[in-house]
């Protein structure tokens, strides 16, 4: 039987990108799948797990991968995104679809579709993409076959993306078990400023701040139960990844802080003024919320 893919390059072969190989693979959705990165010890290892078919590292083997290509996935960090595509733009071919799995979108979608289609006057080959799915451990170890399934993944088309090409990663992510919708690529980043990428902030704070209070307190984390553990999963999460996102998101996340900062000065409030009724208000508001995420 034909697969709807002869050949799908993925750069990036960790978590996110290694979890792509396996379900095009347990898919069966394309001939071949070829990782690239820098580094050959993770290629291989992809290669182990049965991510990936074959990998390429350098300029000469890279070129080579790509030519055939009907997919190429950016699954590399958000700040090294930019690069990648620059890498990758020569060696193209005309028709090959790219997207990405980018925590974030906005101006980097355009710069993104830039590079992959220079010419403004042709409809750009690059669809942004965001599956909202991971693990707060990083890697090719962590990567699953299962990881997109159910999962939504946002796309995010400009006036200047073909039709074709975001026709193309529509079925593709379906394919692996995704649900898709597509929205503007700056009210992405308005949106997970606030669901995701605040949430993975204050748990790195909370943690950092746990920490300087043992320094004047002894052991504070030998005490700690399920629910400190429960809430700061998320801060195990790549160190590198989240620097970037909260850099190129920066303006939006800056804004929704300064929401939180509102938050928590009128809960400091209510506590500083004994408003016990106050106090059980804001959380049974939260409380509702809350329920209806279960």
Not at 211 to 227: A, R, T, V
Request: a positive charge.
């Amino acid at each position: 039987m034909k697969r709807p893919f002869r050949k799908i390059v993925i750069v990036g072969v960790g978590l996110i990108g290694g979890s792509i190989g396996l379900a095009v693979r347990k898919k069966r959705l394309a001939e071949t799948v070829v990782g690239v990165g820098p580094r050959a010890d993770e290629l291989k290892r992809a290669v182990a797990l049965k991510a990936i078919d074959a990998y390429a590292t350098d300029d000469r083997t890279v070129r080579k991968a790509v030519a055939g290509a009907d997919l190429v996935v950016l699954a590399a960090p958000v700040g090294r995104l930019e690069t990648s595509a620059r890498d990758l733009s020569s060696a193209l071919p005309r028709k090959t679809v790219v997207t990405d799995v980018g925590s974030v979108k906005g101006p980097l979608v355009r710069r993104l579709e830039s590079l992959v289609s220079p010419d403004p006057s042709r409809r750009s080959q690059f669809v942004g993409g965001h599956p909202i799915a991971g693990r707060e451990t990083s890697g090719i170890e962590a990567a699953s076959a299962d990881l997109f399934a159910g999962a939504l993944c946002i796309l995010t088309p400009t006036d200047r993306t073909g039709p074709k090409a975001v026709e193309t990663v529509q079925r593709f992510w379906e394919a692996i078990g995704a649900r898709t919708v597509s929205m503007d690529p700056d009210a992405h980043d308005r949106i997970l400023a606030t669901v995701s990428h605040l949430p993975h902030l204050v748990a790195y704070a909370l943690v950092n701040t746990v920490l300087e209070l043992q320094s004047k307190n002894g052991d504070l984390l030998s005490y700690s139960g399920g629910g400190f553990r429960d809430f700061t999963r998320v801060a195990a999460s790549s160190p590198e990844m989240w620097r970037d996102i909260c850099l190129f998101n920066r303006e939006n996340l800056l804004a929704v802080i300064e929401a939180y900062e509102k938050i928590l000065d009128r809960l400091k409030r209510l506590m500083v003024e004994g408003n016990a009724e106050g106090l059980r208000r804001e959380f049974e508001r939260a409380q509702a919320v809350k329920e209806k995420l279960r």
